[in-house]
């Protein structure tokens, strides 16, 4: 069977990581919060998944915008609105899981994790896609389809 996705994180770790250092974000539209990892710098981020307690929740993706242009994103799984594990899409990708207020930039990343990472990545995107499904948004929907299968050929 399948490495699980989900990881099992404890309340007082996910505490921990948001209280260290990390700044908490709010969708500009939505108004759901969470913490948005280093990597996707400074500027507007949003967040397209669930929202649960105001916090950005399962499997969904970050963007960060400037204006109308999309900048660099992460595809994964949010729990109570911090990163738990996932892919950043920016001038190549960055893997693992969220620690130290970014995902990856681990060197000794074990391959399992990193499997796991692309997996929880393929499966935020086709999520984002199957949104943009149900709201009409055909080319969108084939956009994120089309990165769903990109991040899968990472573990092929």
């Given at each position: 069977m399948?490495?699980t996705?989900?990881?099992?994180?404890a309340?007082a770790?996910?505490?921990?990581?948001?209280?260290s250092?990390?700044?908490?974000?709010k969708?500009?539209?939505?108004?759901?919060e969470?913490?948005?990892?280093?990597?996707?710098?400074?500027g507007?981020t949003?967040?397209?998944?669930?929202?649960?307690a105001?916090k950005?929740?399962?499997l969904?993706?970050?963007?960060?915008?400037?204006?109308?242009?999309?900048?660099?994103?992460?595809?994964?799984?949010?729990?109570?609105?911090?990163?738990?594990?996932?892919v950043?899409?920016?001038?190549?990708y960055?893997?693992?899981?969220?620690?130290?207020?970014?995902?990856?930039?681990?060197?000794?990343?074990?391959?399992?994790?990193?499997?796991?990472?692309?997996?929880?990545?393929?499966?935020a995107?086709r999520?984002?896609?199957?949104?943009?499904?149900k709201?009409?948004?055909?080319?969108?929907?084939?956009?994120y389809?089309?990165?769903?299968?990109q991040?899968?050929?990472?573990?092929?």
């Open positions: 399948a490495a996705l989900s990881l099992l994180w309340p770790l996910l505490a921990q990581e948001a209280s250092g990390s700044n908490w974000s969708d500009p539209t939505s108004r759901c969470f913490i948005s990892p280093i990597s996707l710098t400074a507007p949003y967040w397209t998944g669930l929202c649960t105001n950005a929740s399962g969904g993706m970050l963007r960060r915008r400037d204006g109308d242009r999309a900048g660099p994103a992460f595809y994964g799984e949010m729990k109570a609105g911090v990163p738990v594990i996932g950043i899409d920016h001038d190549g960055r893997v693992g899981r969220f620690n130290d207020g970014d995902i990856g930039g681990d060197a000794n990343l074990k391959p399992q994790v990193r499997i796991d990472a692309f997996r929880a990545a393929a499966k995107a999520a984002v896609g199957s949104q943009y499904a709201q009409g948004n055909a080319a969108s929907s084939r956009h389809e089309n990165i769903a299968q991040l899968d050929m990472q573990v092929e």
